[in-house]
């Protein structure tokens, strides 16, 4: 049986991820035996779910197991009674579960490769799965043989190797393993595929399961153009401004994009901001046919921590830093903050200005045109400089003593002003 050893080196401390199943325990065998060269230091961690019968029984045999080699092992007991209380599925919330206690142990340990059994029938069975449930646009369709994680890597070095060769290594050798008697109960859906469903398909002399491997290289190499397009798009067109966590992609260029592109862009994106929790493709695709409609400006979604949203010529994503600003009275010169616009007040403006007051807008709000007679309406000014509708009711007005509007924002100076008050919006820097 030749087992992959690519992914650790001799200097290595490497972890087995062990459950007392036949293929763990095989590749414990091999780990003992003929690649016991392969790496510096051996550590076995084992996850006893507390939901079988036989699970204490397998932890005490891995205990004496490890102890009769002098291989380190420990163990991690969870409780998962609430989720099967509720009637959901324990399968996700158990591998959330076991790779925390993996990080955790493996920063503990100061360990380098954490290494699983998942070979190639688990492999082809993730990929059927995958396919089927509607999990194969977003991301790999398949396991790798190895992956980056937090501080470490994961390796599987047996996903090349079909689980019949396994059984004939476990006879050979005539090596000990646990049965999980859970394996054979197709109420659980990767059972149903593993134990039904695939097997029938062999049946048939025209079909191949294997052939999902050659699916899974194929999509690998359109993912990596997926993501090369995706990266390159975010890296010439997304604007940022941290300071007020705001980034905003052009609404055409963005919708250039094929569908998978702008799906990875706004993944890439939210794991960026760190958004949870993710969102579905059929959020993403009711955003995107908004954004392919007529509308000027649409909020898409709102929390209390992000607000996205369409504006004109963009789609933004922003925090959600919507705040009521109170009037504030101003009788000397000096600079002041008022949200996110710095306010610098000359001291050469007339004394017979103030008091001056600084406010958000108010309906039916006019001002004096500058060079031509006449007034203009605050929401017309809003309208033809495409403003955004959150950013409306940020932006100060500012009133003289005589209660006339002398500016609004950086979009508006009555022209004796010029010289005396100056006005900077922080958010566009």
């Given at each position: ?36 060269d392969s790496y510096a230091q051996l550590t076995c961690l084992h996850v006893n779910h507390n939901v079988r019968d036989m699970a204490r029984e397998e932890e005490a045999f891995l205990k004496q197991y490890c102890h009769k080699y002098k ?359």
């Open positions: 049986m030749e087992v992959n050893t690519q992914g650790w080196t001799q200097d290595n401390h490497i972890v087995l991820a062990v459950s007392a199943g036949v293929d763990s325990m095989v590749l414990l065998h091999q780990l003992m035996t003929q690649l016991k291989i380190p092992l420990y163990v991690k007991h969870l409780d998962l009674s609430s989720v099967i209380d509720k009637g959901n599925s324990i399968e996700n919330e158990a591998r959330i579960a076991r790779y925390a206690w993996f990080d955790s142990m493996m920063e503990s340990l100061n360990a380098d490769v954490l290494l699983t059994a998942h070979h190639q029938d688990d492999q082809i069975e993730t990929i059927f799965y995958r396919l089927m449930t509607g999990r194969s646009t977003r991301s790999s369709i398949g396991m790798s043989y190895l992956t980056a994680r937090s501080g470490y890597k994961l390796c599987r070095p047996l996903l090349t190797i079909e689980k019949a060769e396994i059984r004939d290594y476990q006879a050979r050798y005539n090596v000990q393993f646990y049965e999980d008697e859970t394996n054979s109960q197709n109420q659980y859906v990767r059972n149903d595929i593993r134990n039904r469903i695939l097997p029938d398909i062999n049946n048939n002399e025209h079909l191949d399961v294997a052939q999902l491997i050659k699916l899974k290289e194929w999509h690998d190499e359109q993912r990596k153009e997926i993501d090369r397009e995706a990266e390159h798009f975010i890296s010439h067109f997304l604007q940022k401004n941290t300071d007020l966590q705001k980034y905003s992609v052009p609404r055409a260029q963005f919708l250039a994009l094929r569908h998978s592109v702008r799906i990875t862009v706004l993944d890439k994106v939210f794991d960026q901001l760190h958004v949870q929790p993710s969102f579905t493709e059929k959020t993403y695709n009711e955003w995107f046919h908004q954004l392919n409609s007529n509308l000027s400006q649409s909020r898409v979604y709102t929390t209390d921590k992000w607000i996205i949203h369409i504006a004109y010529d963009k789609f933004i994503i922003m925090a959600n830093y919507d705040v009521s600003l109170s009037p504030i009275k101003i009788v000397q010169p000096g600079i002041y903050n008022y949200g996110h616009y710095h306010i610098d007040i000359k001291e050469t403006i007339s004394t017979i200005e103030y008091p001056l007051t600084i406010r958000t807008r108010k309906d039916g709000d006019k001002f004096v045109l500058n060079g031509i007679n006449g007034h203009k309406k605050v929401s017309r000014l809003l309208i033809d400089h495409k403003i955004e509708h959150h950013e409306r009711d940020q932006l100060p007005i500012i009133i003289n003593a005589n209660d006339e509007i002398i500016a609004v924002g950086t979009l508006y100076l009555q022209n004796k002003y010029s010289q005396t008050i100056f006005i900077k919006d922080l958010g566009e820097e």
